[in-house]
Structures are given as C-alpha cells and as structure tokens.
C-alpha cells in the first residue's frame, strides 16, 4: 500500500531519475546522471510547472556534461517556460555554434522570438525546421507559421498555409476553424464560400465542412443556402450544438422567429444553456411582441451570467415598450455599466430619456452614439432634432451638414434636413437638397411629409416632386 502511494513508480526511469536527484540534493551528495536523465528531469519539472526545480537540474547536468547541446536546449526552454526570451537566446545561441542544424534548436528559436514578438524571426525558423521534422512534427509547426502569419495580420499567408496543412492532414480540425477565421476576418467570404465548397465536395461527411460553408452564407446574408448547410451539419452530427445556434440566428434574419426560437431550444440537447442563448430566444420572442415571455428569457440570461449585458438592456427596451419608462432607465443603465462601447445601448437610453422629457439627457446619449457608431444611418437627424428641440438651431444645422458630408447617400438625412430648413423657411437651401434627395431615391419623398406635413401644400416642393416623377 505503501508503495502504490508513492509518487514514483520504482518501474518508471524517469521518476527514479528524480528521485535520486532529489535524494542526492537532500543528502547534499553528487551522484552521476547521462543527458537522458537529466533531459527527463527537466521535462517532468516543466510538466509539473516547477521552472526552479528544472532550472537547477539543467544548471547541474551543464556541469557535468559542459557541451552538452541538449542541455544548453533544455536551459533555454527552461527560460522560455519562465518568459525569460532573452535569456533563452543566449542559451540558443550557444547550442546553435555547436550544432546548428538541431530541429529542436530552430522550433525552440521559433518559440522564443515569437515570445519577444519578433514575429518575421520566429517564422524563419519555423521554416527551416520545417526542412528536418518527420510527418507527425510537420503539421504542428505548420499549424505553428500560419499563426505566426496570423499575428501579422497577413491573412493570405497565413490560409496558404491552413490550406497546405487540409490537403496533407484534413483531419485537422483547428485549421478548419482557423482557415475561415482568416476567411472572415480578411473580408474573403466569396473564396471562402469557394473553398469550402470544393472541401466538401471532396469530403462530403465533414461536419466542419459544411458548418464553415454555412458560416461563410451566414456572413454574406445569404440566409436559406446558410441553413441547408447546417442541417446537413446536423445529419452528420446530430449533436453538434453550433450548428442548431447558426441555424437559429440565420431563421431569426429571415423573421422566422418561432422556428429560430424552436432551434436556439435544441441547443440545450446537446449543451448546457448559455446566456447568449437565452438572450436570443427573448429577443425572437420580443420581435414576436410577446413581452411577457422575452423578459423570462432575459432575465434567464442575467441569471446565468450577470454580466450579459445584452440582456439587461433587452429587459429596458421591454419596459420601454410597456410604458414603465423608469424602470427601463434602471435596466438600460445596467448594461450600459457592463459594456460602456455599445452604441446601441445608448440609443436606446437616449430614446427612454426622450419620452421621459430630459432631452439634455437624450442627446448626451444620442451624441455618444454618433461618437461610436458614425455610420449609422439613423443617429444624425435625430441628434439634430434633438438640438432643435433644445432650440439649439445652429448645432442641429451643423448636425445635419457633419452628417450629410459623411453620409452622402443617405437619403432620409436629406429627406429629413430638408424638412429643417422649410421649417425656418430657408426655401432656396431646401429646395437644393430635395433635388439631391429625389435624385438618390424618389419615393422616401413621403418622409419629407411626415416630417414636415407643410410641405404638402408647397407649390416649389410639389412641382420638383412632379418633376422627377416624371
């Protein structure tokens, strides 16, 4: 019983090795160890995440064994497991002056400067190990470049690469999940769609294959060909939880929130709810109009993660819809603790503070939305109207002219800034940008009205609309 106990197996080398070193070194006696062991000892301490005990077995196995290349090796991977880079290098340094054609000298190299970030430098010696390792050493440090290519953001490199390790090693999960990280990330979805494709077709039982070619339709809003592919995702592999969540957000895009919520639900077959999960379904149930059931599913989320701040401002927006004004001031502002950087959040929060009548709040909001989110097509006209209400006629206008600059297609600003500059009968201007407004889209002229029902009666307006419509 005794034995079984102990926390060296007499039959194992390995422990034996470091028993006797550690007798040897509480005993305060020398006792002779070959590279081997000592190699070994240093791998056990590092597995056990004891850098010191290792680094004191490689210090005494050097001065055994003074030119020793793996020990000077193992010195350095001692100090790369201790985020020492530059100590390493020296280490590396020495062994590569004896032996410079050592494959674990160059992956180690490889693995020091990528630590420095001296990424170019770590990928020339990636390389040129690539030039000794065997097959199963190949894929990793393969794997290995293209994250390097990664870290300089040279995505193209980096799925040539990805590619390279599919075509030797298409079992390779991780590069199938990496290679359309680049896809994305690099704004490629049309070759993505492509190469997916052609893997597919090649591997027609790849769940991951068909997963990443729905992702890339997901992306591209190309929704009901995102779909087909999850569901044979799904008949490949029933359990497969993210393709029942992809398949729900592509049937929420295309308003079949029933279905989508149906679909987020299977996810919880096959895996423990998430809080992202929860705030989907409640957002589905919310855009259904059934309030009741999307505030269960909000707050089903912030009671599994507190900090889903997604959720908390889903629950201001229900209130908001109810009526209860003061409560979804309560909420929005939760999550507006939790993530101070969405846009959205504000909108909404302006919105709320609208209706409650602090409009200097409102367009504090409304301000910080165009702060984050510029291109959104909503935000500047109703920042300046908010300034107008404010009797603020100057900011609303240079509002409207900063907004018009930046977005020169958006034809309800125009429609909208039109409508200001009736409104204090500044006709020659109005009438100039109307002219814009009906030559980017005729029809938003029914905008102009809402906004300014005078119009209707205006004899300039009506003969330019009269004009484009015919």
């Known amino acids: 019983m005794e034995e079984s106990n102990s926390r060296y197996n007499e039959d194992d080398s390995e422990f034996y090795s470091v028993k006797r070193f550690e007798e040897m070194i509480s ?3 020398t006792a002779y160890f070959d590279v081997d062991e000592l190699e070994e000892m240093v791998d056990y301490y590092l597995d056990n995440n004891n850098s010191k005990q290792a680094l004191e077995v490689v210090d005494f196995g050097l001065s055994q064994h003074p030119a020793s290349t793996t020990l000077l090796i193992s010195k350095a991977q001692v100090f790369v497991s201790m985020h020492k880079p530059n100590q390493a290098l020296k280490y590396l340094t020495q062994a590569e002056l004896v032996e410079p054609f050592n494959i674990d000298l160059f992956q180690l190299k490889a693995t020091t400067y990528s630590q420095l970030r001296q990424t170019d430098k770590a990928i020339e010696n990636y390389k040129k190990a690539l030039e000794y390792v065997d097959e199963n050493e190949r894929e990793e440090i393969l794997m290995s470049i293209s994250f390097e290519y990664e870290n300089l953001n040279k995505y193209d490199e980096a799925i040539e690469y990805l590619s390279l390790i599919l075509k030797e090693f298409p079992e390779n999960e991780i590069a199938l999940y990496e290679l359309y990280f680049c896809f994305e990330i690099s704004n490629q979805l049309d070759r993505a769609i492509q190469f997916f494709q052609t893997y597919i077709d090649e591997d027609p039982y790849s769940h991951l294959g068909w997963y990443n070619l ?4 997901m992306k591209n809003d190309l929704f009901e060909k995102a779909i087909d592919c999850f569901d044979f995702c799904i008949a490949i592999r029933e359990d497969f939880a993210s393709a029942y969540f992809s398949k729900a957000i592509s049937l929420e895009n295309l308003d079949q929130y029933q279905a989508a919520i149906d679909c987020f639900k299977e996810t919880f077959e096959h895996e423990a709810p998430e ?7 409640g957002e589905c149930y919310e855009k259904l109009e059934e309030n009741e059931q999307a505030l269960h599913y909000y707050k089903k989320a912030t009671q599994l993660d507190a900090f889903c701040a997604e959720a908390w401002v889903g629950m201001g927006a229900i209130y908001n819809e109810l009526g209860h004004l003061h409560e979804a ?14 846009p959205e959040f504000y909108y909404v929060f302006g919105d709320v503070q609208a209706k409650l009548g602090f409009l200097e709040e409102a367009l504090i909001a409304y301000e910080k939305v165009k702060e984050l989110d510029p291109e959104n097509q909503e935000i500047w006209y109703d920042t300046a109207w908010m300034y107008d209400q404010l009797d603020n006629k100057t900011s609303a206008l240079l509002c409207f002219q900063e907004g018009i600059e930046l977005q020169e297609k958006n034809d309800r600003l125009l429609y909208s800034f039109v409508a200001f500059l009736l409104k204090y009968g500044r006709k020659e201007d109005a009438l100039f940008n109307l002219d814009k407004a009906l030559a980017l889209n005729f029809d938003g002229y029914e905008y102009l009205f809402e906004v300014q029902p005078e119009a209707k009666y205006n004899l300039s307006v009506l003969e330019l609309i009269d004009y484009y419509r015919s």
């Open 214 to 217: 729905g992702a890339a339709y």
């Open 27 to 29: 005993n305060d006696s």
């Open 275 to 281: 809080s992202m999960t929860y705030y989907y379904i």
């Open 329 to 342: 001031i309560h909420y929005i502002k939760k999550g507006i603790e939790l993530d101070e950087y969405n």
